[in-house]
């Protein structure tokens, strides 16, 4: 008899001796093991969490934004060595707000860059680049690779990724009938 009941009372004496803990709503009560699961340290996150379709590690990101801040510091003229990414972000934002022409000619000549680099590209895929906006050389390239590089994060591939699927369906329809 001893046998028969030895597992369910150890199963009982387990349970009741434990939910104490996890009934507890302090977090001091928590074995710091359940804590460490839940919210990991960056370091941990490094490895896993990638930006940029996972070409990018966190740590690769956060190096790359803080070359960005310091671009547009030096633009802006703030001494950007020695300083936090934090720091910079705030004293950079002040000079936004401070210096909003002088922001607008920033992000201008950014798009500008951009567009050039956009032009580049697209003359090398021998597409004319005379008057045309990033949005229709951009159009225009997406049509030349066939849709191949799509971007599901940008709502306007998104649709017209669909836009096209529902169109070859429905030729494919037309065509068994």
Do not use: C
């Amino acid at each position: 008899m001893f046998k028969k009941w030895f597992i369910p009372i150890v199963s009982l004496a387990v349970l009741f001796s434990a939910a104490p803990v996890w009934a507890s709503k302090s977090l001091s009560a928590l074995p710091t093991g359940l804590l460490m699961a839940q919210h990991p340290k960056e370091s941990d996150m490094d490895q896993e969490h990638k930006h940029g379709k996972g070409k990018m590690t966190r740590k690769d990101f956060e190096a790359y934004r803080l070359e960005k801040l310091k671009e547009i510091a030096t633009y802006f003229g703030i001494q950007a060595e020695g300083k936090t990414a934090e720091q910079l972000k705030k004293e950079v934002e002040a000079a936004k707000l401070a210096n909003k022409d002088k922001w607008e000619a920033f992000k201008a000549e950014h798009q500008a860059k951009r567009l050039e680099h956009l032009r580049d590209i697209a003359k090398e895929h021998g597409i004319q680049t005379e008057g045309k906006t990033s949005d229709q050389l951009r159009e225009e390239l997406y049509k030349l690779h066939g849709g191949k590089g799509k971007r599901p994060h940008r709502l306007e591939d998104h649709d017209r990724a669909n836009q096209e699927n529902n169109e070859k369906q429905q030729k494919d329809k037309q065509s068994q009938v």
